[in-house]
């Protein structure tokens, strides 16, 4: 199984900061990795497919890069509706395993 | 729009059986593969089972193999989860999804909760 690492496990932070969260998957994936934004009592919402193709309708404040293994999440300028916890997930073969979440707090 | 109604959770004493199923609409149900993931109480993301659209290719995790079936109604544009001989770690919040062909999981359902417990 590929195991997915994320870091850090929280992030404290303001508005209109960068945050970068990093995934790290146990062997190479290529580009097959996703990014998935959860907010509190509420579903996962795709962010990034494909390590960097922001979904349609997500703000392009948010980015992804990466290939292999190590693979990274931006935004650009925290929003308050950014503050949430977010997953990685890789898409290369089954299981699907995913990152053990990074929670982006209000400083 | 494209709507995922998962529904069938509940309460079950330790070693019981439950169904989940899932409506989906607005979208060609029957062209997608659909998948079910799983979030114990304050932890994180674990994916469940995923089915083909034709029902031909299924993947379970390991940890629900042999107790957990995936199963799908195109005509009734319907997912399931029949599981059984239920335990206490199995107690989560159930998502369905829909799985693009990059393997994400594009639009998820609002979820129903499972608790495993006497």
């Known amino acids: 199984d590929i195991q997915m690492t994320q870091s850090p496990s929280s992030v404290s932070a303001s508005a209109g900061d960068r945050v970068t969260i990093t995934c790290r998957a146990s062997?190479?994936?290529?580009?097959?990795l996703a990014w998935y934004q959860q907010k509190t009592g509420k579903a996962p919402k795709l962010l990034i497919h494909a390590a960097s193709n922001l979904q349609s309708g997500v703000p392009s404040r948010f980015s992804g890069s990466g290939s292999g293994t190590d693979f990274t999440l931006t935004i650009s300028s925290l929003e308050p509706e950014d503050f949430a916890t977010y997953y990685c997930?890789?898409?290369?073969?089954?299981?699907?395993?995913f990152g053990g979440g990074t929670k982006v707090e209000i400083k | 729009e494209v709507l995922l109604v998962e529904s069938g959770g509940g309460l079950v004493k330790p070693g019981g059986s439950l169904r989940l199923s899932c409506a989906a609409s607005g979208f060609s149900f029957s062209s997608y593969t659909m998948t079910w993931v799983r979030q114990a109480p304050g932890k994180g993301l674990e994916w469940v089972s995923s089915i083909n659209s034709i029902s031909r290719l299924i993947h379970d995790a390991d940890s629900v193999k042999g107790r957990f079936t995936i199963s799908r109604d195109n005509a009734k544009k319907s997912l399931f989860l029949q599981m059984n001989s239920l335990r206490a770690d199995d107690t989560a919040v159930y998502y369905c999804?829909?799985?693009?062909?990059?393997?994400?999981?594009?639009?998820w359902g609002q979820g129903t909760l499972v608790t495993v417990s006497s």
């Open positions: 999804a829909t799985y693009t062909s990059m393997g994400s999981l594009e639009y």
């Open positions: 997930q890789q898409t290369h073969s089954f299981p699907l395993t």
């Open positions: 062997q190479g994936i290529s580009n097959w």
